[in-house]
Structures are given as C-alpha cells and as structure tokens.
C-alpha cells in the first residue's frame, strides 16, 4: 500500500481550510499542504513520517507538506464522537514570499522550517488554540485570517513544542524510496501484533535484509527492531491506560514474544514497568 495523494479541495476559493474531523482516520496519505491537527475527543495512534505515537484528547501537532502521515483512532463500539477533532489546511505559497519574508514574520519563517520534522504542543497550548480554531471553522474573509493568525502566534509563542520526526527522517518526497518505506510502515502497523522477521519485513520492501536494515535506519533515524517495538509499546501503552486486561494478556495481544521481553522493551521505552504505568491512572 502507497502513500496516496490526497487533493485539499478549497470551496471558497481561498488558501486555508478548516474543518470539524468526524471519520474515522487510518489512510497513509500525503498531501502539499501545510497540516494543522487538534484532537479534541478521542485518542489513538498518530503515525507522521517515522514517528509512531499515542495521541489523546486537546493534542495538536503542526506538519509540513508531503510527509506520509495517519491517524489511527481507537473506537468503543466501532464509533467516534463526530467533530472529535479540527484540521486545517494551507499553502506556504498563499501566505506569499514577500510577507513571509517582513522582519516580523520570522518567528512563522521559523515555525514553518522546522514543522518539515513535524511539531508537537503541550495541552496547554493546544487549549488555547482551541477557540480561535473552533471560531476560524465557522469564520470567512479577514476574521478567518485573524483567527489563523491568532494560532500561528500560540504556536510561535510555544515553548514546550517537540519534534516529531527523527532528525535523519526524509521528508523530501522520492516515489521510490516512499513507495517502499509506506509499504513497511503500513505492514507494521497492520501485523505488529504477529512476529516479524528481518526476513520477512526485508521481503515487502523487496531489499535483501542487509540493504534493508541499512536503508530502514536512514529513511527512519531507527533500526528496525527499535521502531517495531516502539509501535507494540504505544499500543500496550494505550491498552494498560483504557483497558482491564491483564498485563500477560496485553504483552501477547502485542506482539511481544515473552512478558520478561515485554517488561523489558517498556521500561526501556517508557522507563518504568508496564505496573507502574498503569498505576499512574488508577
């Protein structure tokens, strides 16, 4: 499975889209539109470039064009709550080189350079952007633009933003090399639960399992043996917060092949017990 293009439709003509989200997630797509994502009331697993993890609710995260990204909800009865979330879409070139480049506007410059490795913000700024999100959603014209430019400031202003992908990531699209990592990430994500060779994962990317590990690591910044397990801890991660299962349960449901390997790989991930962790939302 390819990483599909996906057309932003712009109804009113305009540079910048904001919609309530109310499906259900889960395509690996790319798009050359700037992504502004708030998840206002559901959680899940996000998937942006390299990066695999938990998200939950008032969790916002800024990426650049062209990097492969989904998002994968976890749903109680096979339903989401609709406008569980709010996306916003636009173009670098609408907001225009000449005002861009306004000393004022140095600290959007910046902002926009490093969303190529994606951006995540704490909940507290993410709260704060909620209204001005909510209003640029029902907004036209220059109040839909004050809106937005009211978000770019909290996102500027922020100060405990992260990186999402690793530093090694390419972000730059190659049909070729996207093609194959696409086909991996989506593997992963649909078998984690199942033992996964070098053999077998080298097989889908059609590499010999020496050039695949070596390719995986620089398209990745990971070895793959580090990122599978990183994908079968955020699930268990989700699983030991929502869920009653015991913890033996919950290590085999993720692919883990003993609870001494499950206790092992989490405390290295997460730095505490999958017990402790539990604990900590009881």
């Not at 339903?79 to 879409?89: D, N, R, S």
């Not at 690793?166 to 992963?188: C, F, H, L, P």
């Amino acid at each position: 499975m390819v990483a599909e293009l996906e057309k932003i439709s712009y109804n009113d003509g305009g540079g910048f889209t904001a919609d309530y989200i109310s499906d259900t997630g889960g395509l690996w797509h790319f798009h050359p539109e700037y992504e502004l994502v708030l998840n206002i009331k559901s959680n899940g697993t996000r998937i942006i470039g390299d990066s695999v993890e938990l998200f939950d609710q008032m969790d916002m995260v800024l990426i650049a064009g062209n990097i492969p990204h989904s998002w994968n909800y976890y749903m109680n009865e096979k339903a989401l709550p609709e406008k569980h979330g709010i996306m916003v879409h636009f173009r670098q070139s609408s907001l225009g080189n000449d005002f861009l480049s306004q000393h004022e506007m140095h600290s959007v410059r910046e902002l926009l350079e490093l969303a190529e490795r994606g951006i995540g913000f704490s909940v507290e700024e993410a709260k704060s952007a909620h209204k001005h999100l909510v209003d640029m959603v029902n907004n036209k014209g220059i109040d839909k633009m004050i809106d937005f430019f009211n978000v770019m400031r909290i996102m500027c202003n922020a100060s405990r933003r992260v990186f999402l992908c690793s530093e090694n990531y390419k972000q730059a699209y190659d049909e070729r090399g996207n093609k194959r990592m696409a086909d991996v990430y989506t593997y992963i994500r649909e078998n984690y639960f199942k033992p996964i060779s070098l053999e077998k994962i080298s097989k889908v990317a059609h590499l010999t399992p020496v050039t695949f590990s070596r390719f995986f690591k620089k398209n990745c910044g990971a070895g793959f043996v580090e990122y599978l397990n990183r994908v079968r801890t955020n699930k268990a991660c989700y699983l030991l917060r929502e869920t009653d299962y015991q913890v033996h349960d919950i290590a085999i449901e993720c692919g883990f092949a003993s609870i001494s390997n499950f206790n092992k790989q989490f405390r290295k991930t997460e730095g505490i017990s999958p017990r402790d962790y539990r604990a900590q939302f009881n």
